[in-house]
């Protein structure tokens, strides 16, 4: 049996995703090089390769998918390029070369969650055995820590808090759902920061993972080093986000169904049955909302075409707006013969009758 | 209360759609069968669908080779026993073509009928036929697992193309490339996607201007053996299509025919496999030689030989 392992880290961006990819690459997994550059929102590193991060900002690109989107049917339109036979040779290349000489990879970027079937079918054309952990944490805090990290949403009045839940809920829900039936665990990240010894020990345990199982003394006194549970600081209250009431408690009883996963024995029939039911309702509560704030949509849809107008300039101009430019009493001035010959350079010819 | 009663009124045989029957559609996909004599294929085609989807509907249709049995212990081996459900549709169903169209859709003899009855026993949003000698690659049932759930928030149909593959011997086959082969499997079940009678067979409605989905190609082939002589009455009896989609049966049988005689790689679009010693030409075709190869698989939708004879 193959010794190649890719474990992805999944779960929405600012749950611990870098703590739980930085832990796993300090025991001796490796994380693909080069890596995006630690900043100030993670000051320890984000532990993301740069060749996944540009691609899936291509692929979302290509499939008109935000990071973090909040609309259900954004799964579809990610998942329909993640069978892309070029797309699949280029992660399989991709990830051989990475596997030769590491046996064990750890993969993470908050935009992974969108095409989890291209890397689990690239991982098996390489001989790797695919497990996720996904990281848990609290509406609350991660919209709190987006809030603080990624700034406002919106001027004035901010209902980015509102985005945001939403899209965590989208994001969280459909995750368990791609992640079902193959090798997981949860892990919240409050019990990673509180001793993250436990769930670790777990996931070597359940995921095989050599370098998880052999750890060095060294390396483990590294990581207590490098996790520092000072980073859980963000929170706010449910008042403060001021999500719609339904909305509140969709998320609040997603919470409560994701929380239970972590449990052991957690992962259970019945609790994917709850998923599923969340899953359904989220889609209508979001529909609802889409057909409430439909508008606004065909608003923007005619504010972008006519920017789309104004970009393309003059030279974008057909002959009917260069002629309907000019006022009437102009047009009237320019001699029979001569307007014929410019309507035929439009291309604007008029019929005989 | 019953939506469609069967001509010769025979409850157990009338259809209930579960919309009407208070039932309510769980999320998820179901994959219907209508079989007869697949026994042998069952062991390649189940255990990938049983790996897709959230349930499996096994009708079977008067076989005498064992196939309800094979296909209940195929799901025991993969441990989705509780995920099958195996029917029994005892009536001599029309064949594709004139019978078809002589035969009263509501009659249980008719293929529209027959269909009915064994879609209305999902319980899932999506549904899929599938046939008894197709098999879907691994990356295909992947693809269909994820799209299990990612079809949940809209209302589409979703297309695959096929490729046929000729087995001459445990090792070697020949697979059709030169057609694109694609069929809408995949609908939302609802009132607006049951089965009508159409001139040769049953037809899935779909509404007007609902989203199309198309996989891609390489994922599903579908298993003919020559050892099995399937087109042998077409020898005898002649061929009792009307003109609709006759060109891709008469594709079959010229296969067919060529690799008997020994002129398959003279025919254009056939491409011989061969598997390792101790690898079954469909394993190796469907796990490890159709992703290598490079796209597009199948380049055109008619063959000119076709095209001409459509005409014609």
Redesign the interface.
């Known amino acids: 049996m193959s010794t190649r392992r890719v474990v992805l880290v999944v779960g929405s961006g600012r749950s611990g995703t870098s703590t739980m990819a930085g832990t796993l690459k300090t025991l001796g997994l490796h994380v693909p090089q080069p890596e995006v550059a630690a900043d100030a929102t993670n000051p320890r590193g984000f532990g993301e390769p740069r060749w996944m991060v540009d691609l899936h900002d291509e692929l979302l690109k290509r499939s008109n998918v935000q990071v973090s989107d909040a ?3 954004a ?2 339109d990610a ?2 390029i ?5 797309t ?1 040779e280029r992660v399989t290349a991709w990830l051989e070369d990475q596997l030769t000489g590491h046996d064990e990879l750890v993969l993470k970027d908050p935009r992974a969650a969108w095409f ?2 291209l890397w ?2 690239c991982a ?2 390489c001989g790797a055995t695919t497990s996720y952990v996904t990281m848990l944490r609290p509406p609350t805090e991660v919209v709190a820590s987006k809030q603080t990290n990624y700034g406002r949403m919106g001027a004035g009045s901010d209902r980015g808090t509102v985005t945001r839940t939403a899209a965590w809920v989208n994001m969280m829900l ?1 995750t368990e ?2 992640t079902r ?1 193959h090798q997981r665990r949860f892990v919240r990240y409050a019990d990673l920061l509180e001793d993250w010894t436990r769930p670790v020990f777990a996931l070597g345990e359940a995921f095989d993972l050599a370098a998880v199982k052999t750890a060095m003394a060294v390396d483990i006194a590294e990581v207590h080093r490098f996790i520092d549970p000072s980073l859980r600081r963000s929170s706010m209250s449910w008042d403060e986000i001021g999500a719609p009431p339904r909305l509140r408690d969709l998320a609040e009883e997603t919470w409560q169904a994701l929380d239970g996963l972590a449990d052991d024995g957690g992962d259970s029939a019945a609790a994917h049955a709850r998923c ?1 039911e969340l ?2 309702a989220y ?1 209508d509560q ?2 609802e909302a889409e057909a409430f704030a439909h508008s606004s949509v065909l608003a923007a849809r005619r504010e972008a075409a006519a920017r789309a107008r104004d970009e393309a300039g003059p030279q974008g101009a057909t002959g009917r707006d260069v002629a309907d430019r000019v006022p009437h009493a102009v047009r009237a001035m320019v001699p029979p013969a001569a307007r014929r010959g410019l309507r035929k350079a439009l291309g604007r010819e008029r019929g005989e009758a | 209360m019953v939506d469609i009663a069967s001509l010769e009124g025979l409850p157990e045989y009338d259809v209930t759609w579960p919309w009407s029957a208070g039932d309510t559609l769980a999320p998820g996909l179901t994959c219907v069968f209508r079989v007869r004599n697949e026994a042998r294929n069952l062991p390649w085609v189940l255990p990938p669908i049983l790996a897709a989807v959230q349930h499996v509907v096994f009708v079977d249709n008067g076989s005498d080779d064992g196939t309800p049995d094979v296909a209940r212990r195929v799901a025991q081996e993969a441990g989705a026993a509780d995920r099958l459900t195996v029917l029994h549709y005892p009536h001599r169903v029309a064949r594709a073509g004139g019978e078809h169209l002589a035969t009263p859709a509501t009659s249980v003899h008719s293929l529209t009928h027959f269909y009915n009855w064994c879609f209305s026993h999902v319980r899932t949003t999506y549904s899929m036929k599938w046939d008894g000698d197709m098999v879907l690659t691994p990356e295909g049932a992947g693809i269909l697992r994820d799209l299990a759930w990612q079809l949940e928030a809209t209302r589409a149909v979703v297309a695959m193309p096929r490729h046929p593959l000729t087995v001459v011997d445990e090792s070697t086959g020949w697979l059709d490339l030169s057609l694109r082969f694609l069929e809408p499997w995949v609908y939302p079940m609802g009132p607006d996607t049951t089965f009508v009678k159409a001139f040769d067979w049953e037809l899935r409605e779909q509404p007007p201007g609902i989203e199309r989905v198309v996989l891609q190609q390489g994922l599903v082939v579908e298993v003919k053996w020559l050892d099995a002589d399937e087109y042998a009455h077409w020898r005898t009896d002649g061929v009792d299509f009307t003109n609709t989609r006759l060109y891709r049966k008469l594709r079959e049988f010229e296969v067919d025919e060529a690799i008997r005689s020994g002129r398959a790689d003279q025919l254009g679009g056939l491409v011989k496999v061969t598997a390792p010693p101790g690898v079954h030409v469909i394993d190796h075709v469907s796990r490890d030689w159709l992703w290598r190869q490079p796209r597009p698989l199948v380049t055109h939708s008619l063959p000119s030989s076709l095209r001409e004879r459509v005409r014609a």
């Open positions: 609309r259900p049917r799964w579809l998942g329909a993640s069978g892309d036979h070029a699949r989890l079937g689990r079918a098996e054309r459909h759902r791609a039936g599923d899953r359904v889609d979001y529909a």
